[in-house]
């Protein structure tokens, strides 16, 4: 019986040492606060704290919600650039990250940029375009955006390319919605 249970406890220690605990906070421990020059102790006591993360992964890891990033972009995409994550009140659980992709030829000037905030924001824009994602989620699609809120957290993805019809766009940032939820 005792060798059962010493198995067991074993078994379970092996299976959580080996998964990402998300502990509800910012883990800080991995990143790099930016310093804002020049700003008063007030004024940044009003101001997010912001850090930026060493890399994808390393920021994926210290924000206290799961993120599922694109993997097919309709351009030629560089590799996401570490996220630039902003503690809103200073708490380590209101959380805004944001990830910048571009072209591999910057002289095309094509970006995605996908801010995610764990907070249920409503869009109040009259002129959306109203656009049903997978999982019946209502997005609002509107002057090379798409917004859209899924368990309590909000994503806008901002995708800019002059190359492509406003047809074609909203195509192409809808799949891209798509692979994050």
């Known amino acids: 019986m005792k060798k059962i249970i010493t198995i067991s406890i074993l078994i379970l220690l092996l299976f959580t040492g080996c998964t990402s605990i998300k502990t509800g906070t910012l883990d ?14 007030d004024q940044k006591k009003k101001m997010p704290i912001t850090y930026q993360a060493p890399s994808v992964k390393v920021g994926l890891d210290a924000i206290p919600f799961n993120i599922k990033l694109p993997i097919k972009l309709p351009f030629d995409a560089a590799q996401f650039q570490p996220p630039i994550i902003n503690d809103m009140a200073h708490d380590g659980k209101k959380i ?35 656009i049903e994602l997978k999982n019946h989620i209502t997005s609002d699609y509107f002057n090379n955006s798409i917004s859209f809120n899924e368990n309590g957290i909000s ?27």
Do not use: P
């Open 28 to 41: 800080t421990s991995k990143l790099q606060k930016i310093e804002m020059k020049d700003v008063s102790t």
């Open 96 to 130: 805004m990250v944001e990830f910048k992709n571009f072209s591999r030829k910057r002289s095309e000037k094509i970006i995605l940029i996908i801010n995610v905030i764990n907070e249920d924001l409503k869009n109040n824009d009259t002129n959306a375009e109203k």
């Open 155 to 181: 994503y806008t993805i901002t995708y800019i390319n002059k190359y492509i019809s406003k047809e074609q766009h909203k195509k192409e940032i809808t799949v891209i919605a798509n692979q994050m939820i």
